[in-house]
């Protein structure tokens, strides 16, 4: 069974960092992306960050260049976003999920691509 639990999340000051984990199970990294997510209230949830196990190819949403590194260790099967410079406007519920068989080298990310999901982990930037 696959399964992704996200930690790290928590309450920050505009300008400060997080570093969110995702540690995945019941599959290996090898054929897979992970793609972080997040949902802000009352809004859509959108595609943030994603790095592929296929190829190394990375996706970044434009409102988070910059300031957000993807990264992975697949010795721990885990993936890792470092969240720097934070907004308000990052505060959200940020998920990860697992896409099989995904290259993150496009100019967007397919929600719908991902088959798997964690629970959640909640980011709350004070101004």
């Known amino acids: 069974e696959v399964q992704l639990v996200e930690s790290g999340g928590g309450l920050v000051q505009a300008g400060g960092s997080l570093r969110l984990s995702c540690v995945a199970s019941g599959f290996t990294f090898d054929d897979y992306a992970i793609g972080w997510f997040r949902q802000a209230p009352g809004k859509e949830r959108e595609g943030v960050s994603c790095i592929s196990s296929l190829d190394g190819s990375k996706y970044y949403a434009d409102s988070v260049k910059g300031r957000f590194t993807i990264s992975d260790d697949n010795s721990k099967n885990t993936v890792y976003l470092q969240m720097n410079d934070v907004a308000p406007e990052d505060t959200a519920v940020y998920y990860c999920?697992?896409?099989?068989?995904?290259?993150?080298?496009?100019?967007?990310?397919?929600?719908?691509?991902?088959?798997?999901w964690g629970q959640g982990t909640q980011v709350t930037v004070s101004s």
């Open positions: 999920a697992a896409g099989p068989h995904y290259h993150c080298g496009d100019s967007y990310l397919y929600q719908y691509r991902f088959d798997s």
